[in-house]
């Protein structure tokens, strides 16, 4: 995905709070307004596939919240990420919903699509942030490699391929779907 810094001035995630909905798909990196470019169509359907498998399993188990269009999440080191696809457990979320801004932490489990421009520092870089921040899993979505890599706090990343089968672990227990559905 392509990103340009739009502004000079350093703001704070509050600020960006503020502001974000005029902006477009954009995050917050060290102070500054990161523009991010629209997703390509393959990037999209593969969000949908993921978004719509975790939506359905979340729902009839009563899990959570799943929320999908770069779900805007304050972290602790003062940037706001935004993942492809968020699910954040049900003790989580406040008893009137989701928030109308932010969520003020990192999702349980963040899933990124790996856009075409992206190195593999930088997926590795970003899902680093997110177990960093508080999430329990983050799953790295590659068109590319037709793979999905599973990243957990003091584990080493798995690489599922075509024909594994991706499982929510403890965080989504019960969940499982094969790799290939998620670029189906």
């Not at 963040?110 to 899993?137: C, L, Y």
């Not at 979505?141 to 003091?154: E, F, G, H, M, N």
Request: glycine content about 10%; aromatic content about 8%; some cysteine.
């Amino acid at each position: 995905m392509s990103t340009t810094a739009i502004q000079e001035r350093l703001i704070t995630a509050d600020e960006f709070e503020r502001i974000a909905h005029r902006l477009g798909r954009s995050e917050l990196i060290d102070g500054r307004i990161i523009q991010m470019s629209p997703t390509g169509a393959k990037h999209g359907g593969i969000e949908g596939n993921v978004y719509a498998m975790l939506r359905d399993f979340v729902r009839k188990q009563e899990l959570g919240y799943v929320g999908t269009g770069e779900v805007g999440c304050k972290l602790p080191n003062g940037r706001v990420r935004a993942p492809d696809v968020a699910f954040v457990r049900a003790e989580q979320v406040p008893p009137d919903g989701p928030p109308d801004g932010f969520w003020p932490f990192a999702p349980d489990l963040a899933v990124e699509i790996v856009s075409p421009d992206e190195s593999p520092r930088e997926v590795r870089d970003k899902a680093n942030e997110w177990i960093a921040a508080g999430s329990q899993a983050v799953w790295t979505v590659d068109p590319a490699s037709r793979t999905v890599t599973v990243y957990q706090l003091a584990q080493v990343p798995r690489v599922l391929a075509i024909g594994e089968t991706l499982e929510g672990g403890d965080l989504l227990p019960g969940f499982a779907c094969r790799v290939d559905e998620i670029f189906g």
